[in-house]
């Protein structure tokens, strides 16, 4: 065969390779073949694939860069004969967790995990999911796949072009015949979450080392990025154990007695053309602090139980306040003169405290969902800060006319600081810290209300997410103004608090006896009588999971039990439980003892439900 000979034939080779593929993609992964179909549209040649002196290149075509060192077969043999098993997303502990347990005599997640960790010096690692970061030609992705054999593949390249190419030369779909395939090509920040997000949940009894293989040193920013969304999405952000005490406070609030419960699940308008200045602890309120104390009886103050202190040094009573954290510490918000909040409508998430509930007039405390979806009908707001929530719940009542102070979702950028000086978790950010990820320290940059860029933090950032979210639905009927030196919003007016003037005194009078009304009008009656058949559901629901052998099996008969009983409380949260523990059970290497850790946790769990459950 002469060289032109085999050109055609190589030429025809990898037409045929990827033709395939667009097709393997039409059918399976239709918004990459769209992107791809879309990409070609453009006619733009920023790379090719080149053979010369019988060798495959891959060549930046504007500098005639070549990112294969040598021959890509060649590289594939060598990455693979040089794999480093150290080079993994470690998504699990592997030293022993300081005992964080804010609830007495309860069950606690961080123990739990202690229990599997303690034994950690002997662990078997095995590779069950495998990242591609970045392709090139991807001649190595099929030669990794033979070698490791593992069920789960992730691709990740943010280069639309640069994955067309490996088109040629990679064969996705045999890589599928064995494995579970997630793409992220050329996605944004949201999407990238999202895919993300499926990756984590799909075979999650394995995400405890997610090991790794970087195609190009330009790829290299991909390791911190997906090091940033695991440690967002990590189970331990709201593990299952917060779940049992909402669960058991839920109980105890509504069941054992009858308080006030009301009812979020649609839009009411009781707070329609009311002006609400809602208040968080951001820095920005400290620095406005003589603002709201001057405007104080213009506005309706809706405030966050953080605030507390500091608006009692300006003897600033607010009208209504929200509460979501169930933590005792939080009684510490409270050690303020009685004034300030006595009168006050209380806003309270069913995981309230029980000796903080004793601090209120029940005839002002109303509870709602968030933390727990009970009981669909009622309503449930989702959100990770008291801010976002509050401000869902806001919406939710009819606030149309809304003023946002000390909603910093970032960090000074001047000073460092987190909160106003009275919030018992302010603190002082090192602004330059830029080593390991770390979900209280690891500095991001977002856009800011006043300033082009504003640093925050992971969790903020996550509460900017949440708080854009719903404003996305905003109207013209609907006015959010905000007034913080903090993270913007979308669909927000951006205002200095010096520049509003106001003359119009607000009736708080008037204001509470009708609003007081209002939420009597949305009141769930006899909660009792109407838990009571869901509650002997989920005692026949978990007589059937204490009754599967927890050695056997036990994941399998879960998932077909959870099929059965898709909506069960009970289920969502052994489920956490499950995708919480199973990474650490899986890496034990003494399997006769992680069976044994773990039929004694999920014993005590089900016990515990039971009781809940009881209806005693």
């Not at 979702?409 to 080593?435: F, R």
């Not at 005692?539 to 050695?551: F, G």
Request: some cysteine.
């Amino acid at each position: 065969m002469d060289k032109t000979s085999a050109y055609e034939e190589i030429e025809k080779t990898l037409q045929e390779i990827f033709i395939n593929n667009l097709e393997f993609f039409k059918i399976n992964f239709p918004l990459i073949y769209k992107k791809i179909v879309e990409f070609e549209k453009l006619n733009l040649e920023n790379y090719s694939i080149n053979f010369i002196n019988n060798k495959f290149q891959l060549n930046n075509t504007p500098t005639n860069q070549n990112f294969y060192e040598i021959e890509p077969f060649q590289d594939s043999m060598n990455r693979i004969n040089k794999f480093d098993i150290s080079s993994a997303f470690n998504l699990v502990k592997i030293e022993q967790l300081k005992n964080k347990n804010p609830y007495k005599n309860e069950i606690n997640a961080y123990s739990y995990l202690n229990e599997f960790i303690e034994h950690f010096q002997n662990i078997d690692i095995k590779i069950n999911k495998f990242i591609f970061l970045g392709t090139l030609l991807g001649v190595h992705i099929n030669d990794f796949d033979k070698f490791l054999k593992a069920k789960t593949y992730f691709i990740f390249e943010p280069n639309i072009e640069i994955f067309r190419l490996s088109m040629f030369m990679t064969d996705y779909k045999i890589l599928s015949k064995n494995a579970k395939l997630f793409f992220a090509i050329n996605e944004d920040e949201q999407g990238l979450n999202n895919i993300c997000k499926e990756f984590l949940n799909y075979n999650y009894e394995f995400n405890n080392l997610i090991h790794f293989e970087l195609a190009d040193k330009i790829n290299e920013p991909l390791i911190n990025e997906l090091s940033l969304i695991f440690t967002h999405l990590g189970e331990m952000r709201h593990p299952f154990s917060e779940y049992l005490i909402s669960l058991k406070r839920f109980h105890n609030y509504f069941v054992n007695n009858n308080y006030n419960l009301i009812n979020i699940s649609k839009i009411h308008n009781f707070l329609e053309d009311k002006r609400i200045l809602f208040l968080a602890a951001g820095p920005s309120l400290e620095r406005n602090l003589d603002f709201v104390h001057k405007n104080k009886n213009k506005f309706i103050i809706v405030t966050v139980a953080a605030t507390l202190k500091i608006l009692e040094t300006k003897k600033i009573t607010p009208d209504i306040i929200i509460t979501v954290d169930g933590h005792h510490i939080i009684s510490k918000q409270f050690e303020v003169d009685k004034s300030i909040y006595e009168n006050s409508i209380i806003l309270s998430s069913i995981k309230l405290d029980i000796e903080i509930h004793k601090l209120f007039k029940n005839e002002n405390l109303f509870f709602f969902q968030n933390s727990l979806n009970l009981f669909e009908e009622f309503g449930f707001i989702t959100g990770v800060t008291v801010g976002d929530i509050g401000i869902d719940l806001l919406l939710r009542l009819g606030a149309n006319n809304l003023y946002l102070l000390g909603v910093d979702a970032a960090i000074d950028s001047k000073t460092g600081i987190t909160h106003i000086n009275t919030h018992s978790h302010s603190k002082k950010i090192d602004l330059d810290y830029n080593k390991t990820i770390d979900f209280n320290k690891t500095i991001l940059y977002v856009k800011g209300n006043f300033e082009e860029k504003v640093p925050t933090l992971m969790e903020y950032k996550e509460m900017i997410e949440e708080i854009n979210e719903k404003f996305s639905f905003i109207n013209d009927n609907l006015k959010i103004f905000n007034l913080s030196n903090g993270a913007y919003f979308n669909n927000t007016i951006s205002l200095r608090a010096s520049k509003l003037k106001i003359d119009e005194v607000v009736n708080k009078d008037i204001f509470k006896e009708l609003f007081l009304e209002k939420l009597h009008s949305i009141l769930e009656k006899n909660i009792n009588e109407k838990f009571k058949k869901n509650f002997a559901k989920e005692n026949k629901i978990l007589s059937e999971v204490r009754n599967i052998d927890k050695n056997i099996n036990f994941y399998k008969n879960f998932k077909d039990i959870q099929q059965k009983y898709p909506n069960s409380i009970s289920l969502d949260i052994l489920e956490k439980y499950l995708k919480l523990i199973l990474p650490y059970y899986n890496l034990l290497r003494n399997q006769s003892l992680a069976n044994n850790i773990l039929e004694k946790q999920l014993n005590e769990i089900i016990n515990k439900l039971f009781v809940i459950f009881s209806l005693d």
